[in-house]
């Protein structure tokens, strides 16, 4: 008994050695795709990032593969070899765990295939994403001239939910927005503005939010700024929570929770980047010109993209007008090739 | 009803012994099936790519990190102490090594360094737990949440270190007979393991410690020095996947090694290891739950199915994996 115990424990350790050596051929004749979405579950964005760019690639007759990132960084390394292995000819990809990209740029360059990467730059990748220092002034200033018409720029506290984890692009976004209040409102005093690490996620950051409303507690005039919708839910969430949610307005980043039919009535204003449409510009300034065979140099810095994505900027009220996500997805798709959802649905169009 | 009585009636769900029902129900066999199951899933799914040499190189390179981990755990739980701490330390180790390489330190010396900082850590374990008799589900829960935040301070606000090193990227990715090396040599380091915890006498002391510690203090043996070493290598194995980590990632981050105790046990407890009951689990079986859950998650890959289910699936395995253990009788079993 002992024996055909070694024995299959062997062979079942073995086998994957065993097998490995199978050599598969495929052939390929068509352009192929793959998309590696960020795979947080905290977004509905990500997804139809995926949808929008399988949409396209459908269009233009291409072979498609999607895989999740999982918000993993090592989930996103292994999908850069997966993609490898699918014998894919250009990838796009969402890494809102970017600390593993410069391994996947480094196993993208040595197989020669060309990836771009959303809102997160890496110097082995095409740069597709919005001018996040614009989008915070941008809207940093819409909440100052909110909280000098409401508050005569005199708040007792002007909150940063911060994502550290996405590092310059935090201080491009959330800096940006303090930078834009003080443009409105200069006289705002240094210790009236507080921060807490909000990761971005309404769930993550509702305990820390409540930490920093307990150790303030006579702050009633409360303005939010941050990352992205989610992270300034967060302390709108927590606020709530403790019943001091009457004199919070907070100004968000991505419109994510600005649409639809529960908008907290707290979230004054968000920027609209319409994540969900990135694909087009990607597609337009990048993977089109690959799949022709004229692959344009490579634009990696945030400062100089390879496509760059306009900030819209929207007061709660004027985002009623836009679509929620599935019917702007909708619409993007049934629009002719190359139209931005910027072009399609911005209310402010400069 | 006494111990004694409740060991010579075992329950109305217990099987009655067969040899060949004994078998297939054991720990490495019922793992080896699961795995060969798997196997046979994938082939019918997928098709012959499953088994093709790029993809079984994909799951291996993911495979590294948890193996060496499991390996090194796996002598804590059969010496009847869980570390729960293995996850945090891996994230502390790649912060640590990725720190020093950004300073300009060579990787041996980094990893050297790491490493001696790790055993640090497991020797507080040790000594909360075995010098002070703490709860090791309790001291080791107070090590992850310590060396977590110790981790986000030296990553510090940006959330990552990048120390990208090519040469580094290069030895870990390194292939030999067209699979990766750091995988073959954890699958040796795996069986080294099952060979000492079978066939030495260190590890029959460390599964006696773990099945009866009154009992094996009485035959002699040193249970305080074997739980202090156990749990010095559950240290050092984390620290060396935290090393491997930060080689193959090119950084540190705030995710690194976040959950990876649960995979890593989960796994382990599916491959026949029990976390509160000590003595039972091979490596060998314990390699083969890690093996049978990457099987599941590059089917789901391949196919294109949301990951999420991987949980779900593994969640079934592991409680197919505890009744089957109940099913043959749990201790009586062993």
Request: aromatic letters at 8%.
């Amino acid at each position: 008994m002992h024996t055909m115990k070694r024995a299959i424990a062997v062979m079942a350790l073995a086998t994957p050695a065993v097998l490995g050596f199978v050599g598969i051929a495929e052939a390929q004749d068509k352009f192929k795709l793959g998309m590696a979405v960020g795979g947080n579950t905290c977004c509905e964005w990500m997804k139809a990032q995926g949808d929008v760019a399988r949409a396209i690639a459908e269009q233009n007759g291409w072979d498609y593969v999607e895989l999740s990132n999982n918000n993993d960084p090592a989930t996103a390394l292994k999908n850069a070899q997966i993609f490898v292995q699918e014998g894919v000819d250009a990838v796009i990809q969402f890494n809102g765990q970017p600390s593993s990209n410069p391994a996947i740029s480094a196993v993208m360059k040595q197989a020669n295939i060309p990836i771009v990467t959303y809102d997160i730059a890496d110097p082995g990748m095409y740069f597709v994403g919005i001018d996040n220092l614009g989008a915070g002034i941008a809207g940093g200033e819409a909440l100052g001239k909110i909280i000098k018409e409401k508050w005569n720029c005199e708040p007792d506290l002007v909150i940063s939910s911060e994502g550290a984890g996405a590092g310059i692009v935090n201080e491009w976004r959330t800096g940006g927005m303090r930078t834009g209040v003080k443009n409105i409102c200069p006289d705002i005093p240094a210790e009236k503005y507080v921060s807490f690490e909000g990761s971005g996620d309404a769930a993550v950051a509702l305990q820390p939010a409540r930490d920093l409303l307990a150790a303030n507690p006579n702050a009633v005039k409360m303005a939010v700024v941050g990352i992205n919708d989610g992270g300034v839910l967060g302390l709108i969430n927590a606020a709530e929570q403790l019943g001091r949610a009457d004199e919070v307005i907070g100004w968000g980043q991505d419109g994510a929770f600005i649409t639809g039919d529960n908008v907290n009535p707290h979230l004054v204003g968000s920027v609209f980047y319409f994540l969900e449409g990135y694909a087009v510009y990607a597609v337009r300034d990048v993977i089109k010109p690959v799949a022709d065979g004229n692959t344009p140099p490579l634009k990696a810095d945030a400062g100089d993209p390879a496509s760059k994505v306009q900030p819209c900027p929207v007061t709660a009220e004027q985002a009623k007008s836009v679509p929620d996500m599935p019917e702007r997805v909708a619409q993007l798709l049934a629009a002719p090739a190359g139209t931005t959802a910027y072009d399609l649905f911005c209310p402010n169009k400069g | 009803m006494t111990d004694t009585a409740l060991k010579s009636e075992p329950a109305d769900y217990v099987l009655p012994h067969h040899p060949v029902r004994d078998f297939l129900t054991g720990s490495v066999a019922s793992i080896g099936i699961t795995f060969i199951l798997v196997l046979a899933v994938g082939l019918f799914w997928v098709g012959p790519k499953f088994v093709s040499f790029g993809n079984v190189s994909i799951m291996g390179t993911f495979l590294i990190v948890p193996l060496i981990v499991g390996a090194f755990a796996g002598f804590a739980l059969l010496s009847g102490v869980v570390d729960l701490s293995i996850g945090s330390m891996v994230g502390f180790s790649s912060a640590i090594f990725a720190l020093l390489l950004s300073m300009g330190w060579d990787p041996f010396s980094a990893a050297a360094v790491t490493l001696a900082f790790c055993l640090f850590f497991g020797a507080i374990n040790a000594v909360a737990i075995v010098g002070f008799g703490a709860e090791p589900i309790a001291a080791t829960l107070g090590m992850l949440v310590a060396l977590r935040g110790i981790t986000w301070v030296l990553l510090g606000t940006q959330g990552a270190i990048f120390a990208f090193n090519i040469e580094l990227f290069n030895l870990v990715s390194t292939q030999v007979f067209g699979l990766p090396l750091f995988f073959l040599l954890a699958i040796g380091l795996t069986l080294l393991a099952a060979l000492i915890v079978t066939r030495t006498r260190i590890g029959r002391h460390v599964q006696a410690v773990g099945g009866d510690d009154k009992a094996a203090a009485r035959a002699g043996i040193s249970v305080k020095r074997v739980r202090a070493g156990a749990l010095l290598l559950s240290a050092f194995g984390a620290g060396l996947g935290g090393i491997v980590f930060a080689g193959q990632l090119g950084s540190a981050a705030r995710a690194t090694g976040l959950g990876l105790e649960f995979q890593v046990y989960a796994a382990l407890m599916i491959g026949g290891y029990s976390i509160l009951r000590g003595g039972v689990g091979n490596p060998i079986g314990g390699a083969l739950g890690l093996l049978a859950v990457a099987g599941v998650s590059n089917i789901l890959d391949l196919l294109a199915i949301s990951p999420y289910y991987v949980n779900i699936i593994v969640g079934l395995l592991l409680l197919a994996a505890v009744l089957l253990d109940r099913l043959r009788g749990g201790d009586a079993f062993e």
